[in-house]
Nanobody, 126 residues
């Protein structure tokens, strides 16, 4: 089992940047495929970015590609999401998630992830 804690959310101006962190504790971090999801008010939770166990494979939603960068530091058991050129439509609660059952590339489907953090709010203000 793993516990996930997100941090780094807050209020940011349009075109600004923010870095989110997801700290993991519990079982070895390297057994997990990791991902970021987000949920805006009144909308379903959506995939943002995912990263394989050693960071070789990274996937992005089309809406954030070229603006967001996912990374992980296995020595620190931490995953990051560097967000740049933020837009009002990026406003959401951001969740990190861990998948212990899969190999290879991370899934874009939230049902495949068995551990979730509590979320951190990102609000992009114009």
């Amino acid at each position: 089992q793993v516990q996930l804690v997100e941090s780094g959310g807050g209020l940011v101006q349009v075109e600004g940047s923010r870095r989110l962190s997801c700290a993991a504790s519990g079982r070895s971090f390297t057994i997990y495929l990791m991902a970021w999801f987000r949920q805006a008010p009144g909308k379903e939770r959506e995939f943002v970015a995912g990263i394989s166990r050693y960071g070789r494979t990274k996937l992005y939603a089309d809406s954030v590609k070229d603006r967001f960068t996912i990374s992980r530091d296995n020595a620190k058991s931490t995953m990051y999401l560097q967000m740049t050129s933020l837009k009002p439509e990026d406003t959401a609660v951001y969740y990190c998630a861990a998948d212990s059952a899969a190999q290879g590339a991370p899934s874009r489907t939230d049902k495949n992830y068995d551990y979730w953090g509590q979320g951190t709010q990102v609000t992009v203000s114009s």
